[in-house]
């Protein structure tokens, strides 16, 4: 979930959230909010000096008297755009300690002692716009560290691929998913809940290739630092709750929550590399100290792996109420993804994601025209069937990603059925658990093939099929109703 580049020292901090300018502020007249921007950056001068570390406080501007003009507010010369630029710098510059060089490069004169909150992301903002309200956090963030032209701590804590999944592949966004009516012990239904993640993921995927394409065609890519974390997983085994109830007793739940991943490109770097040491978060600021060549005055529990790699043959995980221990090497993951490939194929493109594992093939077959009425299912709904009939274009647009809804089965359902479902000729989704499926009304959620939806009018149609997909018989239900 957290980004962040470092093209050095970290004299500017901007923590990136998302919000709009409160409405007291927003009243304001700009002169009047700029003061106020001053006022905060003071506020935050004193509380680094009472706060921060000796080695961290040298390099804060001294607080005597008339420090950092602070008795010369309205002679500062604030242009509009820092109201909703946070990487403008207002202070005029200030005399500071001797700087330290990193690399070749030597810390500016200026001193920014201004840590800007931009945009701060409330629940109520979250609960509103979901996923596609990160996207612009992290492309804001991409963006000023593309154009830094000083050393900087880029920081933006982005919830993604994180829950609600919205986003599809192609970062289109689809409504709110409901939520499912199956028991949680259903594979198919948590399944389908993995393949939304999926989803959503390969859209994080793309934002995360953005900032590595934007920082290549700037100045800053050789020299800069960039850190690509997540604070949590997420589990997903049939019965188990995803994260907020841990089970001590499940450790493939817990690997799944408490192993994460750290991508990390260091300044100067030539090539892609591997290092399979085990790793815990707070080993992230001993490799950008030893990377900036600062001394926060700190002593770390953390170790740079890049030039050490302790001896962790466990790890001690916590959770409110409780602690275990785990395996740290790689065996575990690699169970995992082992485990996930069952249901869809990792080394897959993008329409697998839609194709459970085992019902790959059934995505090539070719229905036949004149197909007789089903004698077993009588119909069928699709809960989204009004998004279907105009799918959106372009970032943001609106259009489905699944069938979710209801089947009517007159009598029991063959063991070999599976659901088809057809749109503009070719089969777009599959339903395995129509499969011995029981008299009566049974929901259903299935994922629809992402290349399938381009922009306009759909119209799905449910075919039941019984065999293999080698030699199928079809037998159709109809358009949903």
């Known amino acids: 979930d957290d980004i962040a580049n470092g093209g050095g020292s970290g004299v500017e901090a901007t923590t990136t959230t998302s919000s709009p300018v409160p409405e007291d502020q927003a009243a304001l007249p700009a002169g009047r909010r700029a003061d106020y921007g001053v006022f905060s950056r003071d506020v935050m001068v004193?509380?680094?000096?009472?706060?921060?570390?000796?080695?961290?406080?040298?390099?804060?501007?001294?607080?005597?008297?008339?420090?950092?003009?602070?008795?010369?507010?309205?002679?500062?010369?604030?242009?509009?755009?820092?109201?909703?630029?946070?990487?403008?710098?207002?202070?005029?510059?200030?005399?500071?300690?001797?700087?330290?060089?990193?690399?070749?490069?030597?810390?500016?004169?200026?001193?920014?002692?201004?840590?800007?909150?931009?945009?701060?992301?409330?629940?109520?903002?979250?609960?509103?716009?979901?996923?596609?309200?990160q996207v612009p956090v992290a492309e804001d963030m991409i963006s000023r560290a593309a154009r830094s032209s000083i050393p900087t701590l880029h920081f933006a804590h982005v919830l993604l691929p994180h829950r609600p999944w919205q986003l599809t592949p192609d970062m289109r966004t689809t409504r709110f998913v409901s939520t499912d009516k199956r028991d949680a012990t259903v594979e198919d239904r948590v399944r389908d809940e993995y393949q939304a993640f999926l989803a959503q993921y390969v859209a994080t995927d793309s934002i995360v290739l953005k900032l590595v394409t934007d920082m290549k065609k700037s100045a800053n890519w050789d020299r800069t630092m960039i850190i690509v974390t997540a604070d949590h997983g997420l589990a997903f085994e049939p019965g188990e709750s995803k994260r907020k109830d841990i089970n001590p007793?499940?450790?493939?739940?817990?690997?799944?929550?408490?192993?994460?991943?750290?991508?990390?490109?260091?300044?100067?770097?030539?090539?892609?590399?591997?290092?399979?040491?085990?790793?815990?978060?707070?080993?992230?600021?001993?490799?950008?100290?030893?990377?900036?060549?600062?001394?926060?005055?700190?002593?770390?529990?953390?170790?740079?792996?890049?030039?050490?790699?302790?001896?962790?043959?466990?790890?001690?995980?916590?959770w409110n109420g409780g602690k275990t221990t785990l395996t740290s090497d790689g065996g575990a993951a690699v169970t995992t993804a082992r485990r996930f490939d069952k249901w869809v194929d990792a080394d897959g493109d993008v329409d697998s994601i839609a194709k459970p594992a085992g019902f790959?093939?059934?995505?090539?077959?070719?229905?036949?025209?004149?197909?007789?009425?089903?004698?077993?299912?009588?119909?069928?709904?699709?809960?989204?069937?009004?998004?279907?009939?105009?799918?959106?274009?372009?970032?943001?647009?609106?259009t489905p990603m699944q069938f979710d809804g209801t089947i009517v089965a007159a009598s029991r359902v063959d063991d070999d059925a599976v659901g088809l479902v057809v749109m503009d000729n070719r089969v777009v989704a599959v339903i395995p658990e129509l499969a011995?499926?029981?008299?009566?009304?049974?929901?259903?959620?299935?994922?629809?093939?992402?290349?399938?939806?381009?922009?306009?009018?759909?119209?799905?149609?449910?075919?039941?099929?019984?065999?293999?997909?080698?030699?199928?018989?079809?037998?159709l239900v109809g358009p949903p109703g």
């Open 46 to 133: 004193v509380l680094g000096h009472k706060l921060l570390p000796k080695g961290l406080r040298s390099r804060l501007p001294v607080i005597d008297e008339g420090w950092g003009g602070f008795g010369a507010n309205n002679n500062v010369d604030i242009e509009s755009s820092e109201l909703t630029s946070p990487d403008t710098t207002s202070p005029k510059p200030i005399p500071t300690p001797t700087l330290p060089v990193i690399g070749a490069t030597t810390l500016p004169k200026k001193f920014s002692d201004t840590v800007v909150e931009s945009k701060k992301n409330t629940v109520r903002r979250w609960e509103a716009d979901g996923a596609k309200s």
């Open 249 to 318: 007793e499940r450790t493939d739940t817990l690997e799944e929550i408490y192993r994460t991943p750290l991508f990390v490109k260091f300044p100067g770097q030539q090539g892609a590399a591997v290092n399979d040491c085990p790793t815990h978060g707070y080993d992230v600021m001993p490799m950008v100290v030893n990377v900036t060549g600062l001394d926060a005055g700190w002593d770390f529990d953390g170790t740079d792996v890049t030039k050490k790699c302790p001896s962790r043959p466990v790890r001690t995980i916590w």
């Open 360 to 398: 790959g093939d059934w995505f090539d077959v070719v229905v036949p025209a004149g197909a007789t009425r089903d004698t077993q299912v009588s119909r069928w709904t699709n809960r989204d069937i009004t998004s279907f009939r105009l799918v959106g274009d372009g970032t943001f647009a609106a």
């Open 436 to 475: 011995a499926m029981r008299p009566g009304t049974s929901p259903y959620r299935s994922m629809v093939l992402p290349s399938a939806l381009t922009p306009g009018r759909h119209d799905p149609v449910l075919y039941v099929a019984r065999g293999t997909p080698a030699s199928a018989t079809l037998t």
